[in-house]
């Protein structure tokens, strides 16, 4: 019962930014940690960053500085705010649900729900 539906996609200039919204229904959201990840093609699926319960984060070095991950429980939305965006970013970008934990995996096998995706594309 726990769908995660991924927003605020497009096609953006370098050094611009984006705003990536996700929606989940379910439970337990207030306490699940979230992650996004992002895939290029012919690429693995990568960790972007993530937040728990407590609010703690983690980016992957290659976006730390630039993106920030946010969650607004109340109205059950996971954010992703892409700022000096380069075209090395251009990739799908994955909503994830993990459990209720105290920490922020990096792994894809941590998490358990995934949306559909949203393109994000950065033009040189």
């Known amino acids: 019962q726990v769908q995660l539906v991924e927003s605020g996609g497009g096609l953006v200039q370098a050094g611009g930014s984006l705003r990536l919204s996700c929606a989940v229904t379910?439970?337990?959201?207030?306490?699940?940690?979230m992650g996004w990840f992002r895939q290029a093609p012919g690429k693995e699926r990568e960790f972007v960053a993530g937040?728990?319960?407590?609010?703690?984060?983690a980016y992957s070095d290659s976006v730390k500085g630039r993106f920030t991950i946010s969650r607004d429980n109340a109205r059950n939305t996971v954010y992703l705010e892409m700022n000096s965006l380069k075209p090395e970013d251009t990739a799908v970008y994955y909503c994830?649900?993990?459990?209720?934990?105290?920490?922020?995996?990096?792994?894809?096998?941590?998490?358990?729900?995934w949306g559909q995706g949203t393109q994000v594309t950065v033009s040189s």
């Open positions: 937040i728990d319960w407590s609010l703690s984060t």
């Open positions: 994830a649900r993990g459990g209720l934990w105290n920490r922020v995996p990096t792994s894809r096998d941590d998490y358990d729900y």
């Open positions: 379910g439970r337990a959201l207030s306490r699940a940690t």
